[in-house]
């Protein structure tokens, strides 16, 4: 089953199941308790929940009509790095002096786990996302996003897009949160399937591509079956010595990076598809903020 939040053609905000080409629209009269999608998600059993609100459900809408909103209310982003091969080596490329924290960080214990976005900083599918004006070597993140309640127990699953700088991180492992963090550095969506709809990860890849004045200019596939990280073990490390009342989503890594000779630029496209999900997409820009 999916869920998502997304604008009405008069202006609204509406909340539904999403089925074929359409969006069966909750009405929430019945329960005042649940205002937002967060709150289907934080209930005891959303799944049962998100059935009943779907089968009674008499609002259809075609997707044709409406735009999809980033599937978050007033959770967090983090994310978790260096969870596949390839983003290790992708790293060590990037920093040679830091090389030997990234291989520690590959088979340690403890992963690297950072905060990535607020809920207002998340980027809507279709809108832009952006590279830093000081950076001369950003790319995207395609990015298995988990959905967790505020108990940190999983209910979902989304699309998420990581813009990093890669040089930035690559001159001093400590300007992470600046080669992570910033204005229009984060893009979920367009929907969160709930766990019982994800495929095994065997059967689930994830596809970056990215276009470039019309044309493909890299394309990339990972299976989540290379990730080097178990998703208990990722949420244990995230909720341990930490909460999350409004629950949380976390980037799971990537194992997609782009050579190191490509940058984005201004005016690509940018498409991630997840099995199982769907397809996020977004234009890039390339501005200063001021």
Not at 27 to 35: V, Y
Not at 39 to 54: G, K, M, N, V
Request: charged fraction near 20%.
């Amino acid at each position: 089953m999916q869920l998502a939040k997304v604008s009405l053609p008069d202006g609204t905000t509406g909340i539904g199941h999403v089925q074929n080409e359409s969006i069966r629209l909750f009405n929430l009269t019945d329960h005042p308790e649940i205002a937002t999608l967060s709150d289907i998600l934080a209930s005891a059993h959303p799944e049962q929940l998100a059935e009943e609100l779907s089968s009674r459900s008499e609002h259809q809408q075609a997707l044709s009509e409406v735009a999809f909103l980033a599937p978050i209310d007033s959770q967090e982003v983090w994310a978790a790095g260096v969870t596949y091969q390839r983003s290790q080596q992708a790293r060590r490329e990037e920093s040679e002096g830091a090389a030997v924290f990234y291989d520690l960080v590959y088979t340690a214990d403890r992963p690297e786990i950072f905060f990535k976005a607020t809920a207002q900083r998340v980027v809507d599918p279709l809108k832009p996302v952006r590279v830093r004006c000081d950076s001369n070597w950003s790319v995207p993140e395609p990015e298995l996003t988990l959905v967790l309640a505020p108990s940190g127990n999983l209910v979902g699953f989304t699309v998420g897009n990581d813009m990093s700088a890669r040089d930035i991180e690559g001159t001093n492992p400590l300007y992470l949160p600046q080669a992570k963090l910033y204005n229009q550095s984060c893009a979920l969506g367009p929907v969160i399937t709930l766990c019982s709809g994800m495929p095994s990860q065997e059967n689930t890849h994830i596809t970056l591509t990215i276009h470039r004045k019309q044309e493909v200019s890299f394309e990339g596939t990972a299976s989540l079956s290379q990730l080097h990280r178990t998703f208990p073990e990722l949420i244990e490390w995230l909720t341990r010595e930490n909460s999350f009342p409004n629950g949380v989503l976390l980037m799971t890594g990537t194992g997609i990076v782009p050579p190191d000779e490509f940058t984005l630029e201004d005016g690509d496209q940018v498409t991630i598809q997840i099995t199982g999900i769907g397809t996020l997409s977004n234009p890039v820009v390339k501005t200063s903020t001021e």
